[in-house]
Every structure is written in structure tokens, then in C-alpha cells.
């Protein structure tokens, strides 16, 4: 599967020389915590909510402060024609919580977080793709995966299906 089609599309970006009042208020209006900085039709930055705390008011620099000085610089980013799997592991490599995606082009169009790798395993999950009775370890999983059972057996199934596909616990090894 690419990467295209777990992505979120609606991505709104913002210039370099708005403020971080601006990028703040995007922020808040669009739920989310990351705003991909565009000049003349390129991509040149990322900020996040933490680059306004950490980089602008932690060092005293206020509202109207230029996006451009708090912002990453150093953009890491994927291809829209890209595997998932492949992101994926890019992402764990480089421990990024989200990237931006581009066409071949270089444009930007979407963005893939964590999240989104997460939900279209779930889906795949679901529908069969990634089943399977054995732990990594090879020992054979006896509890029931907490999604699969009610709600009042939830604590109870999760901590025996954690136990049951666990590492050997010290009194194991003894």
C-alpha cells in the first residue's frame, strides 16, 4: 500500500514570516500540533507546538515573533508513491512522530503521523492481513487480545495477554 492513502490531504501550511500568534491560532482552529512552513511554493520548515514553547517563549521571544525563527530547518519528508512499510521504518529510524509528503514534484501534499500508520494497521489487522497465534518470541499467546474482549474484562485480559506474550520474568530465569 503507499503511503497516499493513509495520509491526511487537507494540509494547511504557513509562511515564514507569519508569527507565532498566526502558526498558534492555525494550531488551535485545526487541532493539530505540527504546521509544514512553505515560501514561493517550496517547503522550507516544520514547526510544532514545541518549537513555539522550547525555541520562542522558553528563550523569551514573543508572539510576533517570526515562524522562521523558531521553525525547523531540516526537513525530513516521503513521496506520496512511497510503501507504507518503508515510511514506516524510515520514520523509526529517524524517530519522527510525523513527515511531510510530497509529490515527485517536491510539492507538498499530505502529511502521515504515527497515528495514521497505526489506525491502517488496525484496519489491516481487522481484516486478516496481520493475524497470527505466536508472540515474537515463538511461545504461543493463551489470553485474548484486549480489543477482543468486553470492556469489564479489559484490565484483566490485558495484563494476561501481556504476561502471556512477555519476556521470561525473573523468577523464570532462576
Known amino acids: 500500500m503507499q503511503i497516499d492513502k493513509i495520509m491526511h490531504c487537507n494540509v494547511k501550511s504557513i509562511g515564514p514570516d507569519e508569527t507565532l500568534r498566526d502558526a498558534a491560532t492555525a494550531m488551535k482552529k485545526l487541532d493539530v500540533g505540527v504546521l509544514p512552513v512553505g515560501e514561493h511554493d517550496k517547503l522550507v520548515g516544520m514547526i510544532t507546538d514545541r518549537d513555539i514553547a522550547i525555541r520562542g517563549i522558553a528563550e523569551g521571544k514573543g508572539p510576533d515573533t517570526k515562524a ?13 508513491d512511497e510503501a507504507v512499510e518503508h515510511v514506516a521504518e524510515n520514520m523509526a ?12 514534484d517536491k510539492r507538498l501534499v499530505g502529511i502521515v503521523s504515527l497515528g495514521d500508520l497505526a489506525t491502517q494497521a488496525r484496519c489491516r489487522k481487522r481484516q486478516g492481513r496481520c493475524t497470527g497465534s ?7 499467546i493463551r489470553a485474548k487480545r484486549p480489543d477482543d474482549v468486553p470492556a469489564a474484562q479489559k484490565i484483566r ?18
Open 157 to 174: 485480559a490485558k495484563v494476561a495477554w501481556r504476561r502471556s506474550a512477555a519476556a521470561p520474568t525473573y523468577r523464570d530465569v532462576v
Open 93 to 104: 529510524a529517524l524517530q519522527v512522530r510525523r513527515l511531510p509528503v510530497l509529490n515527485r
Open 134 to 140: 505466536r508472540s515474537p518470541a515463538g511461545s504461543t
Open 68 to 80: 522562521r525563527e523558531v521553525m525547523s530547518q531540516e526537513v525530513k519528508y516521503c513521496f506520496e
